[in-house]
Each structure stands twice: as C-alpha cells, then as structure tokens.
C-alpha cells in the first residue's frame, strides 16, 4: 500500500519515516501482506512530494491508496473528487486543523478522513509564551541593538506580567496549558468558550467574550477556525478591549480579520501583536520567499509596526511534537488498514463497508 506525503519537509520525511520504521518493523520480509507486528496488513510504502496537494498535483498520487497531508494542502469538492477517480481511498492529517477539507463532499464520496487532535498541546502554549514576553520585554529588538553595540534601554520597557489578567479564548488542550503556565506567572485568568471544561476551572473563571475583552490586559486565542469563530477578532470586538492590550494567535490565521488589526495598531487601541499564524499564510508560510517580493500588502504592513510580531506557524515545532503527529498519522493509518473504527475519524465510517473498488456505501 502507498501513501503519497504531501507538503513535505525534511523534517516530516525524517519523523514520518522513522516512526513508520518503527511500527512497520518488518521492512525486509519478503511476504509483501506481512505490515506492522506480524499482522496480514499489506506492507506500506511512503512517497514524498514537496508540492503542496492541489488539483494540479493529484496526478502526483496515481497509484497510492491513502495522501497525507497538512493545514495548506487544498482538499475541496474538485480535489476530492480527482482523488477519488485516481483511487485514494484515505485522507490523513498530520494536523489538527481541518478547515481546509470539505468534509461533507468527503463522506458523500466515502473517504476515510482523520486528523491529530492533539500533540503536545504544552508545545503550542510553550510558545505562545515565548511571544507573549518577546512582545512584552522587546527582547527582539534588545537583541539587535546589543549586536550593533547599542546598550541603550530607551523603548524596551515593559510591563510585569504577575497580578496582570489573561483573557484565553478556547479551553482545549492547549488553552489549558497555556492557562497552567500562566497561573505560575501570578496571572488571573478568564476564558471563553461555548463548551466549557471542568479542566479549566482550577485556573480561572469563564465569562461572556463580551465579559471578557474589556479586562483583559492580554487576549490568546485558541480555538478552531469554524464558521462561528472566523474572524472572531474583528472591528467590533477589537473596540471592545481594553485600549493598549496585547493579541497573540497561534490558532488558526482566520479568527482575525488582518484588516482590522492594522486599524487598531494603527489608532493605539491595540498595544501589540504576536502571530504564529495568518489568514493569507497558505500562500507563503513553509517556503523561502527571502529573494521575492512579496505581494501581501497586509502582511507587509504588519511587518512594518514595531509592535508586531510575526512567525511562520512553527509553534507545533518540537522534537516531541512532531514525533507524537508521525505516531498519530500512521496510528490512524493503521486504523484504515485494518478495517476499524478510528478514535480520530472525521467522518463517518462508511469506509468500513466500502470495497476499494466499489462505489461509496454510507452508515
């Protein structure tokens, strides 16, 4: 069995395979049926591409059974139904997102789909952290100076963070453990969530994100781009807060409407932001793009403000993270396989039923 690895970096060929060594052990049999631990699973082979899934690339997948993919390959209706003329039978994310698949035209085609909801949340909140005092203690730009031999403190003042409140929006795993790291600072915490955890409740309190915006000397936002959160920061709910507050996101790029933050910078009612990621980023983000120019005006002038930072998604990016998605994917994968229900599936298991070869059977 093939599976075709999209977006692939040297770091996804590295985990992937060495997990997949691991757990399809017996590579060197000669009974090709003989997979992972001596089962009749068929053995599995991993193809690698660079180039990001598309219409155009699906030629690139001709002959696999399962593509694998990340949070900027393109799954709509049109690559779906491409993939499914070619026989791909199995959609893998090696992410948690999933905003980028049609996932309803995906069951109707009987797709197995299934993501990582979860690795090492504490890596994504670790790093929210890292941005939070890098904007905050400017050692960004403390940085820089002491390189061109300029001690100078003038405009490096910042702020303690201890008796200060935190505004997190999204209480899952990884606003949990940001929430666990900043109740060690002396922060007082409030979320906002629709679903509420008990999991949240040793830290703080809940309230409206109507409550919640006008106290909060910092907002972080951890939640899922949905049709309910897109653009959850926008021009009203950014008049909201309190005036000079900071805004971190290592969520997902839609849940801010880029336009209205520029705004905001730009009349002192935001007091800074860090990005892990944007809402334009599937155009750029994972590539080099240092000898080009850039044709995100949005993005570029965001660059421009002295009180912004801004990364290339890479909050997720741990030896343990990136160990936990490889044994996540290929666990899911495994699930396929052997023909069984999937703690991760995003649809429907009518896959269970579905014969390679035969036409989509719905349960």
């Known amino acids: 069995m093939k599976v075709a690895v999209f977006s692939a970096k040297p770091y996804d060929r590295e ?25 009749l699973a068929p053995r599995t082979e991993l193809v690698f591409h660079d180039f990001p899934l598309s219409v155009e690339t699906v030629p690139l997948a001709v002959g696999a059974t399962a593509v694998c993919v990340f949070v900027n390959d393109t799954l709509n209706g049109s690559v779906l139904k491409a993939l499914r003329q070619e026989g791909i039978r199995a959609i893998l994310l090696r992410c948690a997102g999933f905003n980028n698949v049609d996932l309803k035209e995906a069951e109707r085609l009987g797709f197995f789909v299934a993501n990582v909801p979860s690795y090492s949340p504490e890596a994504v909140a670790e790093f929210a952290i890292a941005l939070i005092q890098t904007l905050n203690r400017k050692t960004h730009r403390a940085y820089n100076r002491v390189r061109e031999g300029n001690f100078n403190l003038d405009g490096l003042l910042g702020r303690t963070l201890y008796g200060k ?47 919640l915006l006008p106290q909060c000397d910092l907002v972080s936002l951890h939640c899922p781009l949905t049709d309910q959160t897109k653009h959850i920061i926008n021009k009203q709910t950014l008049a909201k807060m309190k005036k000079d507050a900071m805004l971190v ?33 599937s155009a750029l983000f994972y590539q080099d793009h240092s000898g080009h120019i850039i044709q995100d005006d949005e993005l570029m002038r965001l660059a421009t403000f002295h009180n912004v930072i801004i990364c290339g998604h890479q909050a997720f990016f741990t030896e343990e993270a990136l160990t936990e998605i490889a044994e996540s994917t290929l666990s899911n994968l495994d699930d396929f396989i052997r023909r069984v229900p999937c703690k991760n599936s995003l649809v429907s298991d009518g896959h269970l039923l579905a014969r390679r070869d035969s036409v989509p059977v719905r349960i």
């Open 15 to 39: 985990y992937l395979s060495q997990v997949h060594a691991t757990r399809y052990g017996l590579a060197n049999t000669d009974n090709p049926h003989v997979g992972f631990e001596g089962s």
């Open 165 to 211: 409140t935190v505004g997190i929006i999204g209480t899952g795993k990884i606003g949990v453990s940001l929430a666990r790291i900043l109740q060690g600072f002396g922060c007082k915490l409030i979320a906002y969530d629709p679903y509420p955890t008990d999991s949240f409740k040793p830290y703080g309190e809940y309230a409206s994100l109507d409550e």
């Open 249 to 281: 996101n290592t969520s997902r790029g839609g849940l801010v409407n880029t336009k209205a933050v520029i705004d905001a910078l730009k009349s002192h009612q935001l007091g800074g932001l860090a990005l892990d990621v944007y809402e334009g980023e």
